[in-house]
């Protein structure tokens, strides 16, 4: 036989070079593995795909009810705001008829104003109320002038606000008209060692908004335009031969402009208040409880008697 020559350093390498090949080749995933892991992700992305579209479907229907109810409540809303706009228009409505029923069951009314309070006697109203209009009728005064009633107004005397005002009702409208035309061709008027003046007796949502217009009618009195109140409430201007009348707090640019005069900041008189101011209350007294005993007379009353 021939001598066999003994393995190289390069066959050695060959051979692990041939085995790290050999075990690479092994390790590697054949087709049947790359079909098992793509089926298991497949499957693994539908069931995530499934719980994705459940997801979007249940959020699909909840936007769908939330769109719904929105709409809903936007149509709610808008029908609500519109019966709101609806009573506050009727609200003004009913305000303004109460202020002219009111003004219309004070229209016999007149308020004097600066008749001294005498403390040492009781006064007669009546009597003082016929001296004034006897005085401003001349000289042809009724020797009679009949009275609903007269008296002052119920507040606390306090000696900064002068004495009270008197207010009386008279009988007959006419009358009283008759009076007022006179009266407002002075100022005031003497009664014994006063002045008086007299004023017709109006709401307190009048007087309010009177107040709250007094910039436009002193305005009015700077340029000498004629101007007088109307009932229901209504301010009239006299501008070329024809009258402007201004109603509502809205009106006052429109006002002022057909008047050609600055618009002057005038307070919205109907959000105002105009309840009077509540009188304070007085406490009611509280009584002792007294012993029978104190009071024997009280345990032979009859608890059938009228005095009982």
């Avoid at 709409?71 to 009913?94: V, W």
């Avoid at 016929?130 to 507040?155: D, G, K, N």
Wanted: glycine fraction near 4%; charged fraction near 25%; aromatic fraction near 4%.
């Amino acid at each position: 036989m021939a001598p066999t020559t003994p393995p190289g350093p390069e066959s050695s390498v060959l051979e692990r070079i041939e085995d790290r090949l050999g075990s690479l080749t092994a390790s590697m995933a054949t087709k049947d593995d790359l079909k098992s892991l793509t089926t298991a992700i497949q499957d693994t992305l539908r069931a995530e795909m499934a719980g994705i579209r459940s997801e979007v479907a249940s959020h699909a229907g909840r936007i769908t009810s939330m769109e719904e109810a929105a709409e809903a409540l936007t149509a709610r809303q808008t029908s609500a705001d519109t019966a709101i706009a609806r009573q506050g228009t009727l609200l003004l409505s009913m305000r303004r008829h109460l202020e002219d029923l009111d003004n219309r069951g004070r229209r016999c009314n007149i308020r004097i104003r600066g008749v001294p309070e005498d403390d040492s006697t009781a006064e007669n109203v009546v009597e003082i109320l016929t001296e004034i209009f006897q005085t401003i009728l001349q000289p042809t005064s009724p020797e009679h002038i009949e009275f609903e009633q007269a008296h002052r107004i119920t507040r606390p005397r306090s000696m900064e606000d002068g004495p009270r005002d008197l207010i009386c009702c008279l009988h007959s409208f006419p009358v009283k008209d008759t009076i007022m035309r006179k009266a407002r061709e002075r100022p005031t008027w003497p009664y014994r060692s006063a002045q008086v003046a007299l004023y017709n007796d109006l709401s307190p949502i009048t007087l309010e908004a009177r107040r709250a217009l007094h910039p436009v009618t002193a305005a009015l009195r700077d340029r000498n335009i004629s101007y007088k109140w109307g009932f229901p409430f209504a301010l009239l201007a006299r501008h070329h031969n024809s009258w402007i009348s201004m109603r509502w707090p809205e009106d006052v640019p429109r006002f002022m402009e057909e008047l050609g005069l600055p618009t002057p900041v005038v307070p919205n008189w109907i959000l105002g208040s105009t309840a009077p101011v509540p009188r304070p209350q007085r406490m009611p007294r509280r009584r002792e409880a007294r012993s029978p005993s104190a009071h024997p007379a009280r345990q032979r009353r009859n608890p059938a008697s009228p005095e009982e």
